[in-house]
């Protein structure tokens, strides 16, 4: 029982920024004429197709050196003769690309249990958590460090990756044009929507996607809408939302499954620092751990269990 607290806390660690005019009196004024207006000359910019949005957003995206998340996933599930449930999880971040540093704060409204609280922070001088299990922070061992950090370290362009993603989809995507962003939507066929689904439920849904692949894998989409807004003006991306269906037929009834995810950026290379309290550096403990346990851990790839969190 107390490893398998310890396998909890860990795992949910490596989860868990016009000008005036004046006008002059006329003392006298005999015929004048009326200056003509001159009609400016309105450069005609080219239409802009999806690719090169997508191009332009995956290079100013590139130039992002730290940013801000808040990140929100709802699960509403409906069960035979049983009534429905929810399910709620909140993650904000602050991250900074070099050197690696972050924080992430993650809310999750788990069955039975209520809200749990995680708090990590990572930094040159380690890794600090806590989580609402237990009211304490601990730090880790040399060897753990490292293995959370690399871990970290393949999942540190996400947003690019989510770009690059659209753009293998591009026939299957259209947009429209408002006031400050471009927004671009999926409008795929049935022939690719299945694929385009999976890819995106992998990339974006973080704890979520291995569980949501697997009901995938048996169940029909019945919905699938997304969105994606990139600035105008600066071509970064700041706000994508997902809504996916999914139906599982059983003999007499059938198992259905609503996500809504969405996600904000904001504070593009404006977190020049990622600083932890000093009362968490001074009273952390340290989370000891047999590095033989910490091995079979990394079996779970690094995310909560349906077990775990009762999804």
């Known amino acids: 029982m107390v490893h398998r607290k310890k396998w909890f806390l860990l795992l949910s660690t490596l989860f868990i920024l016009a000008a005036c005019s004046e006008t002059q009196p006329v003392v006298q004024q005999e015929k004048t004429e ?11 910019e080219p239409t802009l197709t999806v690719e090169d949005i997508l191009a332009k957003s995956i290079g100013e995206m590139q130039k992002v050196e730290s940013l801000s998340s808040n990140k929100e996933f709802v699960q509403k599930i409906h069960l035979p003769d049983e ?47 806590k989580d609402g299990l237990e009211d304490v922070w601990f730090t880790y ?13 393949t999942h540190m362009t996400p947003h690019e990756e989510h770009l690059e993603l659209l753009a293998r989809y591009t026939d299957q995507l259209t947009y429209e044009e408002q006031e ?21 439920n992998n990339m974006m849904l973080d704890e979520l996607a291995s569980e949501v692949e697997e009901f995938m894998s048996m169940a029909e989409i019945n919905q699938l809408d997304y ?53 968490v550096v001074e009273n952390a403990e340290e989370f000891n751990l047999y590095l033989s346990e910490f ?7 690094l995310k909560y269990t349906e077990d775990e969190m009762n999804f």
């Open 83 to 129: 009534e429905p449930y929810s399910t709620t999880t909140s993650l904000y971040s602050e991250v900074i690309q070099a050197p690696l540093s972050l924080y992430k704060k993650r809310v999750s409204e788990v069955p039975v249990m209520g809200d749990l609280i995680t708090d990590i922070y990572l930094v040159e001088d380690g890794v600090y958590f």
């Open 34 to 44: 009326e200056p003509q207006e001159e009609e400016e000359e309105k450069e005609t």
């Open 180 to 200: 400050d962003h471009f927004v671009l939507s999926f409008v795929g066929s049935s022939d690719v929507l299945h694929a385009f689904a999976l890819e995106l």
């Open 227 to 279: 969105t994606l807004y990139i600035d105008k003006e600066t071509f970064r991306q700041t706000e994508w939302s997902m809504t996916l269906v999914l139906e599982l037929p059983l003999e007499e009834d059938s198992i259905k499954r609503k996500i809504n995810a969405t996600e904000k950026l904001d504070q593009f290379n404006e977190i020049n620092e990622i600083v932890v309290p000093l009362d």
């Open 141 to 153: 061992p040399e060897e753990v460090t490292q293995e959370i950090i690399g871990n970290e370290q």
């Open 295 to 301: 091995e079979d851990l990394l079996e779970f790839n």
